[in-house]
T-cell receptor, first 121, second 107 residues
């Protein structure tokens, strides 16, 4: 079955870091890029960054630069998002999503179920 | 960054209605526009990519159109399972950005 499975919900203190995992199955992991997005409670979707699973190259939205690290372990078809210096504004559901391409567009055709990260003192 | 303006923000409709949601980009994004559906507590699901291409497995009552800056998602005959929140997303340039969403509920 083609799917992305994410790690479980976590509660973190302000200033801490969190690492979310995203394990792919049912397709060739390195044939697609993985993107990370988040959704604060009751809010819309926010794109955080992307990672090429072959080259290890990655890029992130400017607001997260310096705080986000994306890595991968291709031997277990798993991508990771680490976010540091957490604040209450980072409370959100974090999604990984597979990026597919067409001649006109890149798009997210497969999503993980999401990981709720709560930041609270 | 490309700003995506989606309207309306909410919409009440009945089963069988034809519904249209619009999305406007702050600059020309050609056909680099995607539409997603999200139900409460679930991850978004891709409906339309490249402005008008129907994702595999998505019912044909969903349709997308537009290019440049103005785009439309149309649901030709609403079904009970279509009541959800819909988002547009541009993939023309990084950072990828989304509209604020349109919540579609039952009248």
């Amino acid at each position: 079955q083609v799917q992305l499975v994410q790690s479980g919900a976590e509660v973190k203190r302000p200033g801490a870091s969190v690492k979310v995992s995203c394990k792919a199955s049912g397709y060739t992991f390195t044939s697609y890029e993985i993107n990370w997005l988040r959704q604060a409670p009751g809010q819309g979707l926010e794109w955080m960054g992307w990672m090429n699973l072959n080259s290890g190259n990655s890029g992130s939205a400017q607001k997260f630069q310096g705080r986000v690290t994306m890595t991968t372990d291709t031997s277990i078809s798993t991508a990771y998002l680490e976010l540091s210096s957490l604040g209450s504004e980072d409370t959100a559901v974090y999604y990984c999503a597979r990026q597919a391409t067409s001649i006109w567009s890149w798009y997210f055709d497969l999503w993980g179920p999401g990981t709720l990260i709560s930041v609270s003192s | 960054d490309v700003q995506m303006t989606q309207s309306p923000s909410s919409l009440s409709a009945s089963v069988g209605d034809r519904v249209t949601i619009t999305c406007r980009a702050s600059q020309n994004i050609y056909s680099s526009l995607n539409w997603y559906q999200q139900k409460p507590g679930k991850a978004p699901e891709l409906l339309i990519y490249a402005a008008s291409s129907l994702q595999s497995g998505v019912p044909s009552r969903f349709g997308g159109s537009g290019s440049g800056t103005d785009f439309t998602l149309t649901i030709s005959s609403l079904q009970p399972e279509d009541f959800a929140t819909y988002y547009c997303q541009q993939s023309y340039s990084i950072p990828y950005t989304f509209g604020r969403g349109t919540k579609l509920d039952i009248k």
